[in-house]
């Protein structure tokens, strides 16, 4: 998911208290917080511990979570736990997570409040199809996201196979507003400083990328929906590159449920099939994903 999930999940103002921490280090798949990152009053990101047995592909996701409250009647607690796209590349010593903050959401109202030191429970069981292994060779690859869908492509754009297997990469982000594109912008441009993918790949990796972050509600340098943009071919002339095709195009969608309709079908009408892990074509998309 990309997020993955962002979802009626997560938010609220209060950090977790010392009588869930007491309670939460004794139970199984339990990680620790070792970095939290605000970038606006909805979205922020976190990295924690990784478990020594945990593998997983570039682009999976995995299910997370925090102890519920109390019941009141029982006495007991019982976890919450939503999917989350890994943010962070399959060779990553931690686990890094981006997502959105919902004031009364049942994981969110909690999440967004950790700190380093706190304890996340991660159950180690990766899945999902935004993965290279679900996608036929092709010269271009593509990344659609909305929001904290660029979760998945935050682990993609730091895979050293993404870079081998393409010539060209473009990622697409649309939000609402400028702050929330913060988290994919400042990624993209450390991409040009980090010196293991640079040693790993090859210096001008980031030569690759074709970053394309629009607004829908603030003003920004690029306004609009990217299915609007494609759709009026101003996208296309923006990035000086042909209309998607399938000798040449893959991609990857991951956004709230609207959009990855819409772009399924926009694909589709381009000649683009629907890929899957055990299936590979031209396109994948992330069903699990909610913005």
């Known amino acids: 998911m990309a997020p993955r999930v962002t979802d009626e999940h997560m938010t609220e103002q209060t950090a977790v208290n010392h009588a869930s921490a007491k309670i939460v280090p004794q139970l199984p798949d339990m990680q620790t917080v070792t970095e939290v990152k605000h970038?606006?009053?909805?979205?922020?990101?976190?990295r924690v511990t990784r478990p020594a047995s945990l593998r997983f592909r570039s682009g999976e996701f995995v299910m997370i979570g925090l102890m519920g409250d109390e019941d009141p009647e029982t006495g007991k607690r019982k976890p919450i736990m939503r999917a989350y796209s890994i943010a962070s590349p399959s060779w990553d010593?931690?686990?890094?997570?981006?997502?959105?903050?919902?004031?009364?959401?049942?994981?969110?109202?909690?999440?967004?409040?950790?700190?380093?030191?706190?304890?996340?429970?991660?159950?180690?069981?990766?899945?999902?199809?935004?993965?290279?292994d679900a996608l036929l060779p092709g010269k271009r690859l593509w990344f659609f996201a909305t929001g904290t869908g660029f979760a998945p492509f935050a682990s993609l754009l730091r895979e050293p196979q993404t870079y081998e297997d393409y010539d060209e990469i473009i990622i697409t982000h649309t939000c609402r507003e400028l702050?929330?594109?913060?988290?994919?912008?400042?990624?993209?441009?450390?991409?040009?400083?980090?010196?293991?993918?640079?040693?790993?790949?090859?210096?001008?990796?980031?030569?690759?990328?074709?970053?394309?972050?629009?607004?829908t509600r603030e003003d920004s340098p690029k306004m609009?929906?990217?299915?609007?943009?494609?759709?009026?071919?101003?996208?296309?002339?923006?990035?000086?590159?042909?209309?998607?095709?399938?000798?040449?195009?893959?991609?990857?969608?991951?956004?709230?449920?609207?959009?990855?309709?819409?772009?399924?079908?926009?694909?589709?009408?381009?000649?683009?099939n629907e890929g899957a892990n055990s299936n590979p074509q031209q396109y994948v998309v992330e069903k699990a994903f909610l913005d």
């Open 93 to 132: 010593e931690e686990l890094e997570f981006y997502s959105i903050k919902v004031q009364d959401g049942p994981l969110t109202s909690k999440l967004q409040h950790i700190q380093p030191g706190d304890g996340l429970i991660l159950r180690p069981k990766p899945v999902g199809t935004l993965v290279h």
């Open 39 to 46: 970038y606006t009053d909805r979205l922020f990101s976190f």
């Open 179 to 215: 702050g929330e594109l913060t988290y994919g912008r400042d990624l993209i441009d450390a991409l040009k400083t980090d010196e293991l993918l640079n040693e790993v790949i090859g210096d001008g990796l980031w030569k690759k990328i074709k970053y394309y972050p629009t607004t």
């Open 224 to 272: 609009g929906r990217i299915t609007d943009l494609m759709r009026s071919g101003e996208a296309f002339t923006d990035l000086g590159v042909p209309v998607l095709s399938p000798e040449t195009d893959r991609a990857m969608i991951c956004g709230n449920l609207a959009f990855n309709l819409e772009l399924k079908e926009m694909l589709e009408s381009y000649g683009l």
